[in-house]
């Protein structure tokens, strides 16, 4: 296989991928400039939305316009094609999430059994805008810098000794009750582009997601294997 058969090769992958995925396999034509354009514009994938990226692929569609009406105009370089082809993959084949998560052992937890100072301390200590909370190696809840402010909420108390235990402000911290903030459970096998989504439909609603919770099928009773935050993602997306 030559330069240009090889790139061809790359050029159609991306093509079908484009049309499978954004474009619900539609039958109708739609020009691969189009496509790029189209996807870059609505936003709907952040590795195209990137300029250089989005340079790289237009030119792409040019050298594959020049080479399938006359094969003796132009060969891709070396470099051209390194490029071309890491980008392809990159669209094509994203990771999963549990290829950029921060593990379960990597986390800085706190038991429920511990004092709201102790997990204000970590958080202080380590920068961490939240702590996973167990109970029996079970993860039941997430402590925010916003937690404390969220029980006073709740409760109606005007103030809080933080010499109690976690469980007392369980109401502000459960996974399922917080009022303002919310954590979300998702299959390690989830792409990160899909992940990536499920922070953007958030950025629509009045409820703030802090962390994806990934499991082994996205199932709140399964072990926990690890966490994704925004900002993981954007730095696999926008490298």
Do not use: C
Not at 5 to 22: A, V
Not at 36 to 48: A, G, R, S, V
Not at 146 to 152: H, N, P
Request: glycine letters at 4%.
């Amino acid at each position: 296989m030559n330069k240009e058969e090889y790139f061809l090769k790359l050029y159609n992958e991306l093509d079908e991928y484009l049309r499978l995925h954004h474009f619900n396999n539609h039958s109708s034509y739609t020009s691969y400039v189009k496509k790029i354009f189209y996807i870059k514009n609505h936003k709907l994938n952040p590795i195209i939305e990137n300029n250089y990226n989005f340079d790289l692929l237009k030119k792409a569609g040019e050298i594959r316009n020049i080479i399938a009406h006359n094969n003796d105009v132009i060969v891709p370089s070396d470099g051209f094609i390194e490029a071309f082809e890491k980008l392809v993959k990159e669209i094509t084949k994203p990771k999963m999430v549990y290829q950029i998560m921060t593990k379960a052992s990597d986390l800085q937890t706190k038991s429920i059994d511990d004092s709201i100072a102790d997990a204000i301390k970590l958080i202080k200590k380590r920068g961490y805008s939240s702590i996973p909370i167990l109970k029996k190696d079970k993860i039941i809840g997430m402590f925010t810098e916003k937690s404390i402010f969220d029980y006073l909420t709740i409760s109606g108390n005007s103030h809080i000794d933080t010499s109690m235990s976690l469980e007392t402000i369980i109401s502000a911290i459960d996974l399922d009750n917080k009022p303002r903030q919310y954590f979300k459970f998702i299959p390690k096998d989830l792409n990160v582009y899909d992940a990536y989504e499920i922070f953007s439909e958030d950025f629509k609603g009045k409820r703030e997601l802090v962390l994806l919770l990934v499991t082994n099928s996205g199932n709140f009773s399964e072990k926990i294997l690890g966490i994704v935050a925004l900002r993981d993602l954007k730095s696999e997306l926008y490298k």
